[in-house]
């Protein structure tokens, strides 16, 4: 009976397949831009790959990513995002920042055509044309090893290649990805960071991988990102309102001097440093402070919040959210904004 299950859900996931993928020949993609370089192209594409449809998922219902990216210019995304949700007693605030993956990846990956290509000359060999990707890719690192006579290792060369499924492991970016990072030494590309990277463009987690594509992705980024950052980002408050405000704050304090010179000279340091405030994370969760010492910073999160309907509102030493969920800067009074790093 279970057999007779699995045929007819086959089945019926075919047809399903078949259907959305009519309905995708009547939207209209957005080009792609003649400034793009290949890795924007590459990854353009595979952000739109069709990675088929199922009965058993809630795509139907909710889309599933590849459908969703058809209609988005990727020319024109935010680099990331920052949306400030309050609870419903009004007290606390989850900070929810996200990284869209198409610009993420292309700060933190370089394409790599000629690797790409070993993969796939690899899943075609007789003992795996006719297994899945995953699979193909568990086995080609050692594959390479021993047809490049080179070593194939994890982090710093050591130990196995490295596979992360960034559903389990708290990412930032806008969909998840799964990716198999290796180093070369010895060989042709010695010292070099690859990794095979698998994009998630379906609805549940557990389905809808796109065809994999192998990166150059240096772990450190080369003092960016790296391809283990998905969880690191930074808030900080928009340069340009921190510029308009410091010049502002600098004006008041020449037309109107405190009593004593030291008290001018104390303020016009700490507005000084408004252009360092910043608030960092590794791991996707606590905002921890990155500023001047003088400004006494905390974790973003541990300040009061309050909701406010105007910006006029804004109140020093509180983290203030508007009806758009945007934040304003509870040091600056600024538009907090959010980056990779």
């Known amino acids: 009976m279970s057999n007779i299950g699995h045929i007819l859900c086959g089945i019926f996931d075919q047809m399903e397949t078949a259907a959305v993928t009519e309905q995708a020949k009547l939207v209209k993609v957005p080009s792609d831009s ?13 952000l739109r790959e069709n990675t088929g449809a199922s009965i058993l998922d809630s795509g139907s219902f909710m889309g599933r990513a590849w459908q969703h990216n058809l209609k988005v210019d990727f020319k024109r995304v935010p680099d990331s995002t920052i949306e400030f949700n309050m609870n419903r007693d009004g007290d606390s605030v989850w900070i929810n920042v996200t990284h869209h993956l198409f610009r993420w990846l292309t700060e933190a990956v370089e394409y790599d055509r000629a690797m790409t290509r070993q993969l796939r000359r690899f899943g075609t060999t007789p003992e795996f044309k006719t297994e899945n990707w995953f699979r193909v890719m568990k086995h080609f690192p050692a594959w390479l090893a021993k047809r490049w006579k080179c070593e194939i290792g994890g982090i710093y060369g050591e130990g196995e290649p490295i596979t992360i499924y960034t ?6 970016t806008s969909q998840d990805f799964q990716f198999t990072y290796w180093q070369c030494h010895n060989g042709p590309r010695d010292g070099e960071e690859f990794a095979a990277i698998f994009v998630h463009n379906g609805c549940d987690a557990r389905g809808g991988f796109t065809t994999p594509n192998v990166f150059k992705a240096p772990m450190d980024g080369n003092g960016t990102i790296g391809i283990f950052d998905f969880k690191r980002a930074s808030v900080f408050p928009d340069w340009d309102e921190v510029k308009a405000v410091s010049e502002a ?3 008041a304090t020449r037309d109107r001097p405190a009593l004593f010179p030291t008290l001018d000279r104390e303020r016009l340091i700490e507005i000084d440093d408004f252009r360092q405030i910043r608030w960092d994370t590794e791991d996707g969760e606590h905002l921890s402070w990155e500023g001047a010492a003088i400004l006494r910073g905390r974790e973003l999160a541990e300040y009061p919040v309050r909701a406010i309907e105007h910006r006029s509102e804004w109140a020093p030493g509180i983290l203030c959210v508007l009806p758009d969920k945007s934040g304003l800067c509870p040091i600056t009074g600024c538009t907090l904004q959010s980056w990779f790093y």
């Open 167 to 172: 559903y389990n492991d708290g990412s930032l």
């Open 249 to 251: 704050l600098r004006q």
């Open 34 to 46: 003649p400034s793009w370089t290949l890795t924007e192209r590459v990854l353009a594409r595979m």
